[in-house]
């Protein structure tokens, strides 16, 4: 395969071309980054030839410095965006006024007052996993996962309107639409018209996203309160005063769901694989929580004191962030790092590699919570650390997940003590989202109080 150089950017052939990259992805990227050392470099992927830039300074003028000239649009946007259609999710106009409107119902005021309704939630969501304690009878880490963050986040957009029911299959739809979508990720120059494995499934998942939204807009309109998202779109009016259609607001809730709920199970799913693997930070978790919660049940008061919970949640965001790659088009020629980047091609930033370059991080490698202590947090270059995105696009729902995944954290080891079953190595699978590589099978006992 031929190297194709353009200007100041090395393009690095994939061996053997993209068949091989699409069996091991996250393997083949992570030996060019290397290679590269921060270095901006062009993939030749035969039909597609992105670049793949890593390094903060760049990573900063693209999502910040020039946001503007860098579109949320075609690789993963495209087929994303059929399920959760233009709002919140895309760019331009339509995903800025989206965002005005979001903004301050994922403000820290607002955030702070769902929480203690967030709390109870997910007690009675981890309350679910009782029936496998008694048993000893063990389950799918990253069904139960979704499921707790589908109860959650679930209560915080629908308020008390949805029923469980129909909330699971909201929950279920969303993770097979996630799922079945990453033959489109991975042959992005695919026409949207070409057959490919997962299409039909993700069909399916999107009727059935707006066959359980569409419903509880309708019955939102009804009310004349609510502190839930949908309720509070519901109330919202646009520059000319008029209430937001329904296809508005489904593309809002559905691009926030979507975002927080697969997120949140994922990140969640990680955190008890590294615990997994490191007995001494899971036992310092326990000690804390212990310490902290005793023999209560979660609740919003007790996270301010949850500090080292807080931050094995941000490392496992370090080594696992559920968004591992964030595509941008460009919209106008620019040149970064000394390398033009002409108008239509591609850019690919990834929180994964760049979470992972021994320039920036002391053994990258390594799971270690105290690189989040907070006397650490200034030596760090803003974007070095990217789990939520960062610049305009930067995610509204960061401190609802960070409550969320404390809580859910302290939930579990409050009552339970969980084990993975050892079913061989577990490595990350480069998906829509870093999903594990193989199933997990989680076992609790009652934990003593």
């Given at each position: 395969?031929?190297?194709?150089?353009?200007?100041?950017?090395?393009?690095?052939?994939?061996?053997?071309?993209?068949?091989?990259?699409?069996?091991?992805?996250?393997?083949?990227?992570e030996?060019?980054?290397?290679?590269?050392?921060?270095?901006?470099?062009?993939l030749?992927?035969?039909?597609?030839?992105?670049?793949?830039?890593?390094?903060?300074?760049?990573?900063?003028?693209?999502?910040s410095?020039?946001?503007?000239?860098?579109?949320?649009?075609?690789?993963?946007?495209?087929?994303?965006?059929?399920?959760?259609?233009?709002?919140?999710?895309?760019?331009?106009?339509?995903w800025?006024?989206?965002?005005?409107?979001?903004?301050?119902?994922?403000?820290?005021?607002?955030?702070?007052?769902?929480?203690?309704?967030?709390?109870?939630?997910?007690?009675?969501?981890?309350?679910?996993l009782?029936?496998?304690?008694?048993t000893?009878?063990?389950?799918?880490?990253?069904?139960a996962?979704?499921?707790?963050?589908?109860?959650?986040?679930?209560?915080?957009?629908?308020?008390?309107?949805?029923?469980?029911?129909?909330?699971?299959?909201l929950?279920?739809?969303?993770?097979?639409?996630?799922?079945?979508?990453?033959?489109?990720?991975?042959?992005?120059f695919a026409?949207?018209?070409?057959?490919?494995?997962?299409?039909?499934?993700?069909?399916?998942?999107?009727?059935?996203?707006?066959?359980?939204?569409?419903?509880?807009?309708?019955?939102?309109r009804?009310?004349?309160d609510?502190?839930?998202?949908?309720?509070?779109?519901?109330?919202?009016r646009?520059?000319?005063?008029?209430?937001?259609?329904?296809?508005?607001?489904?593309?809002?809730?559905?691009?926030?769901?979507?975002?927080?709920?697969?997120?949140?199970?994922?990140?969640?799913?990680?955190?008890?694989?590294?615990?997994d693997?490191?007995?001494?930070?899971?036992?310092?978790?326990?000690?804390?929580?212990?310490?902290?919660?005793?023999?209560?049940?979660?609740?919003?008061?007790h996270?301010?004191?949850?500090?080292?919970?807080?931050?094995?949640?941000?490392?496992?965001?370090?080594?696992?962030?559920s968004?591992?790659?964030?595509?941008r088009?460009?919209?106008?020629?620019?040149?970064?790092?000394?390398?033009?980047?002409p108008?239509?091609?591609?850019?690919?930033?990834?929180?994964?590699?760049?979470?992972?370059?021994?320039?920036l991080?002391?053994?990258p490698?390594?799971?270690?919570?105290?690189?989040?202590?907070?006397?650490?947090?200034g030596?760090?270059?803003?974007?070095?650390?990217l789990?939520?995105a960062?610049?305009?696009?930067?995610?509204?729902?960061?401190?609802?997940?960070?409550?969320?995944?404390?809580?859910?954290v302290?939930?579990?080891?409050?009552?339970?003590?969980?084990?993975?079953?050892?079913?061989?190595?577990?490595?990350?699978?480069?998906?829509?989202?870093?999903?594990?590589?193989?199933?997990?099978?989680?076992?609790i006992?009652?934990?003593?109080?």
């Amino acid at each position: 395969m031929p190297v194709n150089v353009l200007q100041n950017a090395a393009s690095i052939p994939v061996y053997r071309g993209p068949a091989r990259f699409a069996r091991d992805p996250l393997g083949q990227l992570e030996a060019i980054s290397a290679r590269a050392e921060g270095a901006i470099v062009r993939l030749n992927l035969g039909f597609f030839r992105p670049f793949l830039v890593t390094r903060p300074d760049d990573v900063q003028h693209i999502l910040s410095g020039n946001a503007g000239r860098y579109v949320r649009e075609g690789m993963l946007w495209q087929p994303v965006r059929r399920l959760t259609g233009n709002g919140i999710s895309g760019d331009g106009p339509q995903w800025k006024a989206s965002r005005e409107v979001l903004r301050p119902m994922f403000a820290a005021r607002h955030v702070a007052a769902l929480t203690q309704t967030l709390a109870d939630t997910v007690n009675e969501a981890v309350d679910g996993l009782d029936e496998h304690a008694t048993t000893g009878r063990p389950f799918d880490l990253v069904k139960a996962m979704t499921r707790v963050a589908d109860l959650a986040l679930g209560r915080a957009f629908f308020g008390g309107g949805i029923p469980s029911a129909d909330g699971e299959r909201l929950g279920q739809a969303v993770a097979t639409a996630f799922t079945s979508l990453t033959a489109r990720m991975l042959l992005p120059f695919a026409p949207s018209w070409a057959p490919l494995p997962g299409d039909r499934a993700f069909r399916r998942a999107v009727r059935t996203v707006d066959e359980v939204v569409y419903p509880l807009v309708a019955q939102r309109r009804l009310q004349s309160d609510g502190d839930d998202v949908v309720a509070m779109l519901c109330q919202v009016r646009d520059g000319a005063g008029q209430p937001l259609d329904d296809r508005r607001i489904r593309d809002d809730v559905v691009g926030m769901y979507v975002a927080g709920t697969e997120t949140t199970a994922v990140a969640l799913t990680w955190l008890w694989v590294a615990l997994d693997a490191d007995p001494a930070v899971a036992e310092r978790l326990r000690a804390e929580v212990e310490r902290v919660v005793g023999g209560e049940r979660p609740a919003a008061k007790h996270l301010p004191e949850l500090r080292y919970t807080r931050m094995v949640i941000q490392e496992v965001l370090r080594l696992y962030p559920s968004g591992w790659f964030l595509p941008r088009t460009v919209l106008e020629s620019d040149v970064v790092g000394g390398v033009r980047l002409p108008a239509g091609s591609t850019v690919l930033l990834s929180p994964y590699l760049t979470h992972r370059m021994p320039s920036l991080w002391e053994r990258p490698h390594v799971f270690d919570p105290e690189r989040f202590a907070p006397e650490r947090a200034g030596a760090r270059h803003r974007f070095a650390y990217l789990p939520f995105a960062g610049g305009p696009h930067q995610c509204l729902g960061s401190q609802l997940f960070m409550a969320e995944a404390q809580l859910v954290v302290a939930a579990m080891l409050s009552r339970y003590r969980p084990r993975l079953r050892d079913d061989g190595p577990v490595r990350p699978r480069a998906a829509v989202t870093l999903r594990p590589s193989r199933r997990l099978a989680m076992t609790i006992t009652r934990g003593e109080r």
